[in-house]
């Protein structure tokens, strides 16, 4: 008897990856009982044709002659969510939008639905909650516009009946994982169910020029709930997050067609609904009067957007037989690595003492150009002493104790000068920067207050820094200490 063609294969339904033997851990992306069989054609696994040509979608067109207006971004009227996405929302773009339970993306989203629904219908479907408690929700945050549709569904035929007789120009799907398809295997929210239903939704949305938004979960580990193979159908994935505590909430692109994926978008979340922050750096600075020990100011870049940071250190002798390291919105491996050096190329004996460090705001600093704040700010702390009023320090320390570039040094500083600091302590090569004349007055108090006209104006370009900016540069560590605790 002759062989049959198809012989059992086995994909990931993570990642996509194949293999020709049932395995319990993938070897693309590590996961386990994610291979699952598939009826997969040999010569489709040998990468050959199995068919001949077949009907075409549309004839083929010179590049030139394809119209470009029809995946032009249109603004939704966010402001700073437009700035994440690149110009807007796209026609036929199907965008996934995740974050932790209760971070508030539904909220955002209704807003976007409102705003929207100002020029063309917008169809909101709820899997999560009762068309009342949605509704009653919009009335809070003034969301309710008379072209903003709201169903409560959970099926995917359903939805898509609903698509059909309410024809919208934006569909908002929350969330993902609630809908059932029917015919397909498992549970709603489960890796089939989620792929059936998200592979439906994207191919209305390819077929009617509808932009599709679809909320997704994330799991413990903070990674997006759900196949993997979800973020690559998709055209944009979204992350919103924040602290549960603070009311700064932060969107993120980590995939764009359309646009850049280094922009961020800061919302402030109130009783009445999420508003924009166009200048947010204010929120992540304390306010007080004089200097504390173990503080320290310094200018991350998110994205292309700069935003100034406090540190905040507290050092103390341990009553542990291993001493504590305690972050909250650092890195905890940076912290570590940043007391080794200090310990071992400043001379400064944090070795039996315990070691708070966190942001102010609520803020997450991950880049490494906050290594020399947070050495500053320890050894303030261990030394008891303060850093000037008005001295933002930035760059990367390395583990032979020297101080590293880091990018967007011109941009980061511009920004400080525009709230009023007067003096950076930056790495050495760095460029050599315009010193200011003695005329100039000492520093300045920090803070978005003291940021008056004049240095709004200086700081207006900022690829240019103003005259009004001392630039210290340093080497090491031991240097960049020194330059800072002194003024």
Known sequence: MAKSSTSPAYRCAECGWQTARWVGRCAECEAWGTVESSGVSRLVRAGLRTAGPGPVSAPALPIGDVDADAARARPSGMDELDRVLGGGLVPGAVLLLAGEPGVGKSTLLLEVGALVAGSGRVLYVTGEESAPQVRARADRIGAVAPNLYLAAETGLGAILGQVEQVKPELLIVDSVQTIAAEGADG?????????????????????????????????????????????????????????????????????????????????????????????????????????????????????????????????????????????????????????????????????????????????????????????????????????????????????????????????????????????????????????????????????????????????SDPDSLASLMAVKEVSDIRAAITAALAG
């Open 187 to 459: 549970a709603p929210g489960g890796v089939t169910q989620v792929r059936e239903v998200a592979a439906a939704l994207i191919h209305t949305a390819k077929a009617r020029g509808m932009a599709t938004v679809l909320v997704g979960h994330v799991t413990k580990e903070g990674s997006i709930a759900g196949p993997r193979t979800l973020e690559h159908l998709v055209d944009v994935v979204l992350h919103f997050e924040g602290d549960r505590h603070s009311q700064l909430r932060m969107v993120r692109a980590i995939k764009n067609r359309f646009g850049p994926t280094d922009e961020l978008g800061c919302f402030d979340l109130g009783e009445y609904g999420l508003i924009g922050l166009p200048d947010p750096s204010g929120l992540f600075l304390s306010r007080r009067a004089d200097p504390v020990p173990g503080t320290c100011v310094t200018v991350t870049l998110e994205g292309r957007r700069p935003l100034l940071a406090e540190v905040q250190t507290l050092v103390a002798a341990s009553m542990l037989d291993v001493p504590r390291r305690v972050t909250s919105g650092l890195d905890g491996s940076r912290l570590g690595m940043v007391l080794a050096v200090l310990q071992q190329r400043a001379g400064l004996q944090v070795g039996r003492r315990d070691v708070y460090a966190a942001t102010v705001g609520g803020v997450r600093l991950s880049e490494p150009s906050v290594d020399l704040a947070l050495a500053v700010a320890i050894s303030g702390a261990v030394n008891n002493l303060s850093v000037p009023a008005g001295v933002v320090v930035l760059g990367e320390v390395g583990l032979a104790g020297e101080v590293r570039r880091v990018a967007g040094v011109q941009r980061r500083l511009a920004e400080a000068e525009r709230l009023g600091f007067r003096v950076a302590i930056v790495p050495a090569g760095t460029g050599r920067l315009p010193q200011p004349s003695r005329s100039a007055s000492g520093p300045a108090p920090a803070g978005p207050e003291a940021a008056g006209p004049a240095a709004s104006g200086a700081a």
